[in-house]
């Protein structure tokens, strides 16, 4: 199913394959308008599909969205409850409009941790839309790039103790093939909406050399225009590895 075509796209000379993003400013927008803050979370599942369609429509490869960390397990109860009756009922709510748009689902993070109901609802969504062959959006869920780290370190060292894997053979490439994001290519750009100046434990070893773009657009305003603003900036860097 080919996705919904519109007629205003921007030419870029360069689509990043893989987008990141750290959706920030949820709160901070419910606050200014003197809501709930999960008002501002619902708004911000709106973004969600609103940037999800436009990365769909510029033929990036991979959209990863950093929904959920590790430490947002220790916000109050009320709001992590909120939020997961959110996540399947967004889950529920969007998939028609993945499979409309040829989007396939994936999710990365310690997924166990997740309510049953939650869990459940993100396997019947991946699994509706596992033949999608567009984008693919990828939910960071209950996930840590220093967890992820030591999984996939405690993952090696395990296969060094068994016989299965010689320390001479620990590599990049071997790390990378231990991590959530095995068989993703690292990000090429990122984005952190709000304004903040931090990586906040996301993809730490994906992110080596991948172009980063900050913009004081609070995370519920962000959408289409805005996602365009960010892959002009990236069509203006000189991406150079390391090298001159």
């Given at each position: 199913?080919?996705?919904?075509?519109?007629?205003?796209?921007?030419?870029?000379?360069?689509?990043?394959?893989?987008?990141?993003?750290?959706?920030?400013?949820?709160?901070?927008?419910?606050?200014?308008?003197?809501?709930?803050r999960l008002e501002g979370h619902k708004r911000?599942?709106?973004?969600?599909?609103?940037?999800?369609?436009?990365?769909?429509?510029?033929?990036?490869?991979?959209?990863?969205?950093?929904?959920?960390?590790?430490?947002?397990?220790?916000?109050?109860?009320?709001?992590?409850?909120?939020?997961?009756?959110?996540?399947?009922?967004?889950?529920?709510?969007?998939?028609?409009?993945?499979?409309?748009?040829?989007?396939?689902?994936?999710?990365?993070?310690?997924?166990?941790?997740?309510?049953?109901?939650?869990?459940?609802?993100?396997?019947?969504?991946?699994?509706?839309?596992?033949?999608?062959?567009?984008?693919?959006?990828?939910?960071?869920?209950?996930?840590?790039?220093?967890?992820?780290?030591?999984?996939?370190?405690?993952?090696?060292?395990?296969?060094?103790?068994?016989?299965?894997?010689?320390?001479?053979?620990?590599?990049?490439?071997?790390?990378?093939?231990?991590?959530?994001?095995?068989?993703?290519?690292?990000?090429?750009?990122?984005?952190?909406?709000?304004?903040?100046?931090?990586l906040s434990n996301f993809l730490l070893w994906q992110i080596?050399?991948?172009?980063?773009?900050?913009?004081?657009?609070?995370?519920?305003?962000?959408?289409?225009?805005?996602?365009?603003?960010?892959?002009?900036?990236?069509?203006?860097?000189?991406?150079?590895?390391?090298?001159?």
């Amino acid at each position: 199913m080919k996705p919904e075509a519109r007629s205003d796209l921007p030419a870029f000379e360069r689509i990043p394959r893989h987008v990141a993003v750290i959706m920030d400013g949820n709160g901070r927008w419910a606050g200014s308008r003197k809501l709930p803050r999960l008002e501002g979370h619902k708004r911000g599942a709106k973004a969600v599909e609103e940037t999800a369609k436009a990365a769909a429509e510029a033929k990036v490869e991979f959209l990863t969205l950093y929904a959920f960390s590790v430490e947002n397990w220790t916000r109050p109860a009320n709001e992590v409850k909120g939020l997961m009756s959110l996540l399947v009922q967004t889950l529920k709510q969007y998939e028609k409009t993945l499979n409309k748009n040829n989007i396939r689902l994936m999710a990365i993070g310690r997924l166990t941790d997740l309510p049953e109901k939650v869990l459940k609802q993100l396997q019947r969504t991946i699994a509706s839309t596992s033949s999608n062959t567009g984008l693919t959006l990828v939910l960071a869920l209950s996930y840590s790039g220093r967890v992820e780290m030591v999984e996939a370190t405690r993952q090696l060292a395990e296969k060094v103790r068994t016989g299965e894997l010689k320390t001479s053979q620990i590599n990049e490439k071997a790390i990378s093939d231990h991590l959530y994001t095995n068989g993703i290519p690292d990000p090429d750009l990122l984005i952190r909406t709000s304004g903040e100046m931090r990586l906040s434990n996301f993809l730490l070893w994906q992110i080596s050399y991948t172009e980063l773009y900050v913009t004081q657009v609070l995370w519920p305003d962000f959408g289409r225009e805005e996602f365009f603003n960010s892959l002009r900036s990236y069509n203006q860097r000189q991406r150079r590895f390391g090298a001159v």
